[in-house]
């Protein structure tokens, strides 16, 4: 059955759910045997939520998503359905409450489906730092997914039925799933979705976006679950473009279309080249394959320049500097008594909390933990977290002046093609930390990105990054429709 479905678009699939085309109950009992089977050979999710699905459909509304699976990242509370974070923390926690997206898509008519496999609290780029598995490429079994929202990226690529995931980037989390798996990838603009219901990371750099096969499925995902919302105070108050609309501005040209899945004139579009993000730590054939895709846009009437954007060099010390000490302010809360996982009490609190702490986070989240905690302390507060703090601002201005000049920016995804997990073991940290040398500066800028698949090196996908300027995603969203 999933043959029929294979190929067509989620909108193209709310078309025909609505003049009654589809049987839904066939459809899902078709569509959870396929997650089962894909399950057991990629473990792409921690918890199937079958049964509750299944009672979301008895009274779906009808809606921007009626009746389109979607499948959430662990880390993104959901009301009824198990949520860990990847960590055995937070193994038996179910919240009371939607995250403001999940309630937003499903009042739309949209089915959460279950929860996709992570690194634990975001905490790594190839997701082998789960408390659940490791999620597998779909391509090549032997590889990664990336990470942190592997799960997110492998599901979107494997399934042959219409599925929109929402999953979340901190540092990459959503652009390097994406690049490695095939698929398209939005990190919005931060502060366009709320983060109410997140599970955080680091506040000042989480942000939830969206995954999914086709741009136009991305656009509609978005449309849904962006919007300002009183329970976060980061939310942006800007009213929420329809990143559908029949009509877009890019650059300085106004181009009217019948169908917004319509490409868009692409003669008015500046696209800036940063030279920084072509080093020698860019594997060669990536450039190239890269290259080959910004001169396809070239030809169809973009001007093309190369640009610079200086600090790039620090912003991976400044991202996990200000990442990690933010996460360890924000895990502080997992200590056994207020939140998770919980031991007899026993000697006093300090090691009551560092045994709950030692059996149930995973080498990483300690790492991370540890580490933030000494970039805050006393006597080593300005020499790391303050100076982080000023390099942020820093690659923002970088930001803002390219941004004067170009449309876009464009880039690799990431350095490399999805590595083998053999060649993941052998990674020292910072080796793990510096696979986001192309995605924690976008990141830190807290500008929107779309990782789009523009071709193939030994067989496994490489992405394009499509970077815009802030509240631009309607801009990076119709460069994406031609790639």
């Not at 008519?109 to 082998?128: A, C, N, P, R």
């Not at 895990?331 to 006093?348: H, V």
């Not at 100076?387 to 876009?408: P, S, T």
């Given at each position: 059955?999933?043959?029929?479905?294979?190929?067509m678009?989620v909108?193209?699939?709310?078309?025909?759910s609505k003049?009654?085309?589809?049987?839904t109950?066939n459809?899902?009992?078709a569509?959870?045997?396929?997650i089962?089977?894909l399950?057991?050979?990629?473990?792409?999710?921690?918890?199937?939520?079958?049964?509750?699905a299944m009672?979301?459909?008895k009274k779906?509304p009808?809606?921007?998503?009626?009746?389109?699976?979607i499948?959430?990242k662990?880390n993104?509370?959901?009301?009824?359905?198990?949520t860990?974070?990847g960590?055995?923390?937070?193994?038996s926690?179910?919240?009371?409450?939607d995250?403001?997206?999940?309630?937003?898509?499903?009042?739309?008519?949209?089915?959460?489906i279950?929860?996709?496999?992570?690194d634990?609290?975001?905490?790594?780029?190839?997701?082998?730092?789960?408390?659940?598995?490791i999620p597998k490429?779909?391509i090549?079994?032997?590889?990664?997914?990336?990470g942190?929202?592997?799960?997110?990226?492998?599901?979107?690529?494997?399934?042959?039925?219409?599925h929109?995931?929402?999953?979340?980037s901190?540092g990459?989390?959503?652009?390097a799933?994406?690049?490695?798996?095939?698929?398209?990838g939005l990190?919005p603009t931060?502060?366009r979705?709320s983060?109410?219901?997140?599970?955080?990371?680091?506040s000042s750099?989480?942000?939830?976006?969206v995954?999914?096969k086709?741009v136009?499925?991305?656009a509609?995902?978005l449309?849904?679950?962006?919007g300002?919302d009183?329970?976060d105070?980061?939310?942006?108050?800007?009213k929420v473009?329809?990143f559908q609309?029949?009509s877009e501005k890019?650059g300085?040209?106004?181009?009217?279309?019948?169908?917004?899945?319509?490409?868009?004139?692409?003669?008015?579009i500046?696209?800036?080249?940063?030279?920084e993000f072509?080093g020698?730590e860019?594997?060669?054939?990536?450039k190239?394959?890269?290259?080959?895709?910004?001169?396809?846009?070239?030809?169809?009437g973009?001007?093309?320049?190369?640009?610079?954007?200086?600090?790039?060099?620090f912003?991976?010390?400044?991202y996990?500097i200000?990442?990690?000490?933010?996460a360890?302010?924000?895990l502080?809360?997992?200590?056994g008594?207020r939140y998770?996982?919980t031991?007899p009490l026993?000697?006093?609190?300090?090691?009551?909390f560092?045994?709950?702490?030692?059996?149930?986070l995973?080498?990483e989240?300690?790492?991370?933990?540890?580490?933030?905690?000494y970039?805050?302390?006393?006597?080593?507060r300005?020499?790391?977290?303050?100076?982080?703090?000023?390099v942020?601002?820093?690659i923002?201005?970088?930001?803002?002046?390219?941004f004067?000049?170009?449309?876009?920016?464009?880039?690799?995804?990431?350095?490399?093609?999805?590595?083998?997990?053999?060649?993941?073991?052998?990674?020292?940290p910072?080796?793990?930390?510096?696979?986001?040398?192309?995605?924690?500066s976008?990141?830190?800028?807290?500008?929107?990105?779309?990782?789009a698949p523009c071709?193939?090196?030994?067989g496994?996908?490489v992405?394009?990054h499509?970077?815009?300027?802030?509240?631009?995603?309607?801009?990076?969203?119709?460069?994406?429709?031609?790639i």
């Amino acid at each position: 059955m999933s043959k029929k479905y294979s190929g067509m678009s989620v909108s193209d699939f709310i078309s025909e759910s609505k003049k009654g085309n589809i049987d839904t109950l066939n459809f899902y009992g078709a569509f959870f045997s396929e997650i089962e089977k894909l399950q057991k050979k990629y473990n792409y999710f921690v918890t199937i939520s079958q049964d509750s699905a299944m009672e979301q459909l008895k009274k779906l509304p009808k809606g921007a998503l009626t009746n389109i699976p979607i499948s959430v990242k662990d880390n993104i509370c959901t009301k009824g359905i198990r949520t860990t974070a990847g960590s055995k923390i937070l193994e038996s926690y179910v919240p009371p409450f939607d995250a403001t997206c999940i309630e937003r898509a499903k009042k739309e008519g949209g089915v959460i489906i279950g929860k996709t496999v992570q690194d634990e609290f975001g905490f790594g780029t190839f997701s082998v730092n789960s408390a659940y598995g490791i999620p597998k490429n779909p391509i090549d079994i032997q590889r990664s997914c990336g990470g942190s929202s592997g799960g997110a990226g492998g599901i979107t690529a494997a399934l042959e039925f219409p599925h929109i995931a929402i999953a979340e980037s901190t540092g990459g989390s959503i652009s390097a799933p994406a690049a490695f798996c095939g698929v398209y990838g939005l990190t919005p603009t931060y502060g366009r979705v709320s983060r109410y219901g997140l599970i955080d990371y680091a506040s000042s750099l989480d942000k939830i976006g969206v995954m999914a096969k086709k741009v136009d499925d991305i656009a509609l995902g978005l449309s849904v679950i962006a919007g300002h919302d009183a329970k976060d105070s980061t939310s942006l108050a800007e009213k929420v473009d329809d990143f559908q609309m029949k009509s877009e501005k890019l650059g300085a040209s106004e181009t009217k279309r019948d169908d917004y899945s319509l490409k868009t004139d692409l003669r008015k579009i500046i696209i800036g080249v940063p030279r920084e993000f072509f080093g020698s730590e860019i594997n060669e054939d990536i450039k190239k394959v890269v290259w080959t895709q910004i001169k396809t846009l070239e030809s169809e009437g973009a001007k093309v320049e190369e640009c610079s954007l200086p600090n790039t060099e620090f912003s991976i010390p400044a991202y996990y500097i200000i990442a990690m000490a933010e996460a360890s302010t924000n895990l502080a809360k997992f200590c056994g008594i207020r939140y998770g996982a919980t031991l007899p009490l026993e000697g006093e609190f300090n090691e009551y909390f560092s045994k709950v702490r030692g059996k149930y986070l995973g080498e990483e989240a300690k790492r991370r933990i540890i580490l933030g905690t000494y970039a805050r302390m006393a006597g080593y507060r300005d020499k790391y977290y303050l100076k982080a703090m000023k390099v942020r601002q820093l690659i923002i201005n970088d930001y803002k002046q390219a941004f004067k000049k170009y449309d876009i920016l464009v880039s690799p995804t990431m350095p490399f093609i999805a590595p083998k997990f053999s060649e993941i073991e052998k990674l020292t940290p910072i080796e793990h930390y510096y696979a986001d040398i192309l995605t924690g500066s976008p990141n830190l800028a807290g500008i929107p990105m779309l990782s789009a698949p523009c071709g193939t090196s030994k067989g496994m996908p490489v992405g394009i990054h499509i970077l815009g300027n802030y509240l631009a995603e309607k801009t990076i969203l119709n460069v994406g429709r031609h790639i």
